[in-house]
């Protein structure tokens, strides 16, 4: 008789631990469809302008990464703000999601930091990139 009842509380146990795995499982999957990794994304650059050498800075933008990110899939956009009693330039580069974003290579990214940096210096005459960053992060949009 014993025998019985202990087997009957077990069955109900594993029942019971089958139900709730079930439950918070499901909860889970209804939590995530909007996942934050899928909207919109701006990629957020501050950057230290000099002012006298700004319009040299915004036309090394349009030629070099203007024409780069045009090309990348996921790229919506950009806005470039400018303050100068600063001398900071704030880049903000709209992505459809964040997993476009970063399916670009570290590698390609580089490659064109050092096109961007060779095509300063010549426009400049100087040895030295003379615009440096002062922060990179991301921001989601909100709605």
């Not at 999957?29 to 501050?46: C, G, H, Q, S, T």
């Not at 990110?69 to 580069?93: P, T």
């Amino acid at each position: 008789m014993k025998l019985i009842s202990l087997l009957k509380n077990l069955i109900k146990t594993f029942f019971a631990l089958i139900l709730v795995f079930s439950i918070s499982n499901s909860v889970n999957a209804i939590d995530l469809p909007m996942n934050k990794i899928e909207e919109n994304i701006v990629e957020e650059l501050r950057i230290s302008v000099p002012f006298k050498y700004k319009e040299t800075w915004l036309n090394a933008e349009e030629e070099v990464w203007e024409q780069w990110l045009s090309k990348q899939d996921g790229f919506l956009g950009r806005k470039i703000f400018y303050n100068k009693k600063s001398g900071e330039a704030l880049v903000l580069v709209k992505w459809k999601n964040r997993s476009l974003w970063k399916k670009i290579s570290d590698e390609e990214v580089n490659k064109m930091q050092k096109i961007y940096e060779e095509t300063v210096k010549s426009y400049l005459g100087v040895e030295k990139n003379p615009f440096e960053f002062i922060y990179e992060g991301e921001l989601i949009e909100e709605q």
